[in-house]
């Protein structure tokens, strides 16, 4: 089965709204096996959406829609995928549309000008129940069907799943696992893995919170497509061992407070580079009360000194930005915590150079973390190694990847 | 002028992730005055990549294309742009590229072998200098000119700013002010001030680090262009007053870092519902260690009384979050910093409940704040609230807009 969404609105061009219907439908038609071929958006010109639409007649099985449905001259959409269709002759009043409408309105009057165009559809339509606002959907063609919805993403988004879920018919099923990886980025990933299979695929994805490898099986049989994803899986489990972090749907600092929460265990940060930033995305995750109780941001020298009792001299010696300082940091805050996991940061944004520190049970760790691009970034990219060799500290797994 | 975007990934038609490239150039395009005719979508299938790219050729004058200039033999952009333009015989190692790759690693060999690739192009190609990752991009082609960009969202937004934009030459003037609205939420500024015109235009933007009204002013005279342009911002000036924070092109962060920098004075924050982001925010700007030191996140009860000698009585007699207990972090985190701007938030982020305290010259000031959406939503305009209030109590304008 072969899909293409169109999105229609002038405004989405013109760099006002962000389009996020393209992606709901993409994530549906994943879920729903139907391979998705292109997204275009175009707007609301009468011949270049002739054009686009006109473009996926008997290319696709299906042409998502959505936009251009409004009762306004602008709205063009259903007007144009008629012509598209040759169905301009066939055109009628949809009665039970035309008394939603004046129900809605509560007024005939308006609705009998204004919005009565929503009401008309071709008689072959297959019509779709809005149940957020005026305009009704439809789905009209034969071999190639157009299923053209509102662009207002929560009618459009009800409209999906409660009217035109039901009406489609696939038979291949698609299946995916995210595997989150540690430590390695993308290329050292690829490097480690061959991922020029199709039975499943596996392909990375670099994301703000580290990287993942994502494994997509696809089948028309439910045993085959189990079994693929599973040889998928396993391959990953087998080349990255204890760090494959997890292969739920979840984040890493979710990973960490899991882990934490099962051992009645509680962390704290004291962070100079990250400023916060480590404390903040354990924080977003509901239930971080569990594990975190309090945490420090130590900017300056001097508070270092104050807080975490880091001395001037070891400062003076190996500069703030070392190991030696990052391990200082450590003691100092399990001093002033008693918190089982303790963490540090220490770095230099401008360089991309910083330190990561972990005391656990006793025992510190402290990797020099590289990175480049603006402080932003460079203070994510510490946040994310400091989390993944958290996670991997708690777990018992970390020492075999020190070098990494 | 016409152009086109594509936004090619796979992982985008799986539904996996958002394509916000395409809003940014769109945006771009409208200020630099180019028409922008569609926005295309492709997988990183060699053949339908082709095929789209192709399209294109002699029927707009910029195809902006961002994705698949990564190392890996997935990201195929460039090579196929290259195909399409017919200019495979050209291809040559850029030394610069080249010697940039190798300093990013600091590793010859590494970058010999997987990134070398992203170092190859046309020669007739234009370099784009990418200083945010390792994909540098590049323009090629004559008549129509493809822009070449990388996928991740920070690497592409520098590049086309700081690469892009300089290289393209239209003769409509277009500039924007971005005016910085204190406080006040997207209709709440609606509701004030007339956003009907056209020349100049003025819409707000809710961004994630609270709201902007944009003054844009188009012309191909230049002294038109910038009456336009003062007549807009005026009106912005006098309907708003001081809750116009800047019209500057920084942040929220950097205005109040320089209005502590200018008087000597430094900020430290006692977090709760906000975890750290406060802090963070502060951090992430440059020279933030001129105005932090030291911060804390007091996220239990029992570190809010051992650290800021938040007494039990309280919170028990008016609940955690409650303007007592705001106050009483306030006045324990002056007594433990010396800051002289002392910041607290107490909340609930599932309720979206919160108080935001600030603690200037002696005098307490605590506002609450409500936010629906999800926890990440809630804590961040808690924050943007708090860094408003704190930018205006420290310039001794908070008073006359303590109830609004």
């Given at each position: ?51 686009a ?66 009401a ?42 409660e ?129 975190l ?27 703030v930005?070392?190991?030696?300082v ?28 910083a ?32 989390i ?12 075999d990847?020190?070098?990494?």
């Open positions: 089965m072969k899909a293409i969404i169109y999105s229609v609105g002038t405004e989405i061009l013109l760099g006002s709204i962000l389009d996020t219907n393209s992606k709901f439908i993409a994530e549906r038609l994943q879920d729903l096996g139907i391979n998705l071929y292109k997204m275009v958006t175009v707007g609301d010109n009468p011949e270049r959406l002739y054009q639409l006109k473009e996926a007649n008997g290319k696709y099985d299906y042409v998502f829609v959505s936009g251009g449905l409004g009762p306004t001259e602008d709205d063009l959409t259903k007007e144009t995928a008629v012509r598209v269709l040759g169905l301009e002759d066939e055109m009628v009043l949809d009665d039970d549309s035309y008394e939603e409408l004046k129900k809605y309105f509560n007024d005939e009057k308006k609705a009998m000008t204004v919005n009565k165009k929503q008309i559809f071709p008689k072959s339509a297959t019509i779709l129940k809005n149940n957020q606002g005026t305009a009704p959907g439809c789905i009209i063609g034969d071999k190639t069907k157009y299923i053209l919805m509102p662009g207002p993403p929560n009618e459009m988004c009800h409209m999906f799943d009217e035109v879920v039901p009406r489609i018919h696939t038979d291949l099923m698609i299946k995916s696992v995210n595997c989150k990886i540690a430590l390695l980025c993308e290329w050292e990933i690829s490097k480690r893995i061959d991922l020029s299979g199709s039975d499943p695929t596996i392909s990375p994805y670099a994301k703000t919170t580290g990287v993942e490898l994502r494994v997509t099986a696809s089948s028309t049989n439910k045993d085959h497509l189990e079994a693929s994803l599973k040889k998928g899986v396993d391959l990953v489990k087998n080349t990255f061992g204890p760090l494959l972090l997890t292969t739920e749907d979840k984040s890493r600092e979710e990973v960490l407070i899991d882990e934490l929460r099962a051992k009645g265990e509680f962390v704290s940060a004291a962070e100079s580079i990250t400023g916060g930033l480590v404390a903040s995305s354990i924080v977003d995750i509901p239930g971080a009360s569990d594990v109780k309090e945490s420090y941001i130590t900017y300056a020298n001097e508070i270092k000194h104050k807080l975490l009792n880091v001395s001037y001299e070891t400062i003076e010696k190996y500069d930005v070392s190991p030696e990052a391990g200082e940091m450590l003691d100092g805050l399990h001093k002033a915590t008693g918190s089982d996991l303790c963490l540090a940061t220490t770095g230099y944004a401008h360089l991309g150079v330190y990561a520190g972990v005391l656990y049970k006793g025992k510190k760790y402290i990797r020099k973390v590289k990175a480049k691009g603006d402080r932003n970034k460079v203070r994510r990219v510490v946040k994310n190694k400091l993944d060799m958290s996670i991997l500290i708690v777990r018992g797994e970390y020492e990847y020190i070098g990494i």
